[in-house]
C-alpha cells in the first residue's frame, strides 16, 4: 500500500512563502504526482501535476505563477513551493499520486485521476 505523508504546512502572513513536502513509499519514479487542497466548505480542487520524469507540469490558473511543483525521485519525494501566498490560499493541502497516464487527468478530471492520497497539512495565509 502507497502512503503519502505531507509536511511543512503552517501560518503565514499574505505575501509570504511556504514550501509544502510529501514522502512517499512505493516506486515514486513511476507515478504522476500532484497537490490538491481543500478549503473550508468546499470541494477538493486541482493545484498542481508534475510528470514522471519531472518533465511536465501543470498549474490550477489562480496559482500560475506562484506555486511551483517539484519532485526527487531518488529522494521519493514531491515538492510545492508557494510563493505570494494570499488568504485565498488557505486550505488543507494533499498530494496524491496514480499509476494512471498523464492523459488520463483530461478524461476523468484531476481528482478522480490520482488513486493515493495523504492525510493533509494545512496552510494558513493571514491578512
Known amino acids: 500500500q502507497v502512503q503519502l505523508v505531507e509536511s511543512g504546512g503552517g501560518l503565514v502572513q499574505a505575501g509570504g512563502s511556504l514550501r509544502l513536502s510529501c514522502g512517499t513509499s512505493g516506486t515514486f519514479s513511476t507515478v504522476v504526482a500532484g497537490w490538491f487542497r481543500q478549503a473550508p466548505g468546499k470541494g477538493r480542487e486541482f493545484v498542481a501535476r508534475?510528470?514522471?520524469?519531472?518533465?511536465?507540469?501543470d498549474y490550477e490558473d489562480s496559482v500560475k505563477g506562484r506555486f511551483t511543483i517539484s519532485r526527487d525521485n531518488a529522494k521519493n519525494t514531491v515538492y510545492l513551493q508557494m510563493n505570494s501566498l494570499k488568504p485565498e490560499d488557505t486550505a488543507v493541502y494533499y498530494c496524491?499520486?496514480?499509476?494512471?497516464?498523464?492523459?488520463?487527468?483530461?478524461?476523468?478530471?484531476?481528482?478522480?485521476?490520482?488513486?493515493?492520497w495523504g492525510k493533509g497539512t494545512l496552510v494558513t495565509v493571514s491578512s
Open positions: 496524491a499520486t496514480t499509476y494512471r497516464s498523464w492523459s488520463a487527468s483530461y478524461d476523468i478530471g484531476h481528482v478522480n485521476a490520482m488513486d493515493y
Open positions: 508534475i510528470s514522471r520524469s519531472g518533465y511536465n507540469t
